[in-house]
Nanobody
Framework: QVQLVESGGGLVQAGGSLRLSCAAS????????MAWHRQAPGKQREFVAD???????NYADSVKDRFTISRDNAKKTMYLQMDNLKREDTAVYYC?????????????????WGQGTQVTVSS
């Protein structure tokens, strides 16, 4: 069974930085697209950024030029470097993998989510 675990959240002042990590565990051969989403209180979960296994990244307009997504395929870990944080970035951040393949498997684990990590930005 594969699992995604986020870490790195916390409390930071506006203008500060945080680095989130998402580590995949289990019997994993490869992971296709990975993404970060977030959910603020009273709001729907929204897309933040994603990255393919070849490193092509996309960002939501609200975080472009402030956040940087990356991944280390050997470590099966994805990162989100968040700079110049704003109060509106306060949310629970979730990582997601669209397909996780195990060795010898004929089908992947689809749409796997982590448990989330809280990011709180104070003014």
């Amino acid at each position: 069974q594969v699992q995604l675990v986020e870490s790195g959240g916390g409390l930071v002042q506006a203008g500060g930085s945080l680095r989130l990590s998402c580590a995949a565990s289990g019997n994993i051969f490869t992971i296709n697209r990975m993404a970060w989403h977030r959910q603020a209180p009273g709001k729907q979960r929204e897309f933040v950024a994603d990255i393919t296994n070849h490193g092509t990244a996309n960002y939501a307009d609200s975080v472009k030029d402030r956040f940087t997504i990356s991944r280390d395929n050997a470590k099966k870990t994805m990162y989100l470097q968040m700079d110049n944080l704003k109060r509106e970035d306060t949310a629970v951040y979730y990582c997601n993998a669209d397909e996780i393949w195990s060795p010898g498997s004929t089908s992947p684990a689809y749409d796997t989510w982590g448990q989330g990590t809280q990011v709180t930005v104070s003014s």
